[in-house]
């Protein structure tokens, strides 16, 4: 990979991730968005925007996953309180994803989550290049997670009526979801399957739409607080790895 290259593209995509974060901020600034959708915003945009840039530059280099998964993990960084208060513009950039109840361990919950998300994706595209799967498989968990975490906890704040309650996994925290919310992950899942489908032999997809969409709910519903990223990015891609080599 041409160094140069990477730097240049890695710079256009830290300016593209600087545009949304700040323009997201004064709308949560000035009262006309809850953070509880900038950040949603925020997160589809870190997933996508490597993934969108190796496939289109560098056709799915792990090279390019590493590189850019290191930019991603600095990022969260930024934001430390000794760092973001001395930096007006970074303690602006801040209120497009530090959510009330994430403080004040908002830049630790990001940095960790963005490093779990990281570790999977270069664990996920190892093990379907050692068993020559297409790495345009990895689009599959990453949609699913993009817009149906993204849209799930939106979804919920605005329309939840009809509420449940979860123990999360590894912990003893209830946690408050809808069904409505949840829904999100349930539909995100059908529909990023059937728009892929070409990826697919017809009774691959019928047992991924017969098994994966309430799958990736569930996870989704009863992953750890701020976690269910890189929990849905992992059960989803192995899911498709396993009829991918199997059926």
Known sequence: M????????????????????YSLSLLVKGGRLKVNYSRKVVHF????????????????????????GLVTLAFPLLFVECIRLRVPLLDTLFYSFDRPEDRPHTVRLAFTQQAAMYLVLVGLALIYLHSGLSL?????????????DGLAEPVGVRF??????????????????????SSMVLLATVFTLLALRDYFSLNQLLLLLLYMPFKMTLIEAYAPHTWDNPFLYLVG?????????LV
Not at 3 to 20: C, D, P
């Open 136 to 148: 345009d498989l990895l689009a599959v968990p990453l949609l699913i997670t993009a817009f149906g």
């Open 2 to 21: 041409n160094t140069l290259g990477w730097g240049l593209l890695e710079l256009a995509r830290l300016l593209f991730l600087f545009v949304i974060y």
């Open 160 to 181: 939840g009526e009809n509420r449940y309650q979860v123990t999360a996994l590894f912990t003893s925290r209830t946690y408050t979801r809808s069904y409505e919310g």
């Open 45 to 68: 945009a870190h997933i996508v925007s490597p993934l969108i840039v190796n496939r289109a530059f560098f056709d799915y280099s792990l090279d390019y996953f590493v590189r850019s």
């Open 237 to 245: 891609g192995l899911l498709v790895y396993i009829v991918q080599v």
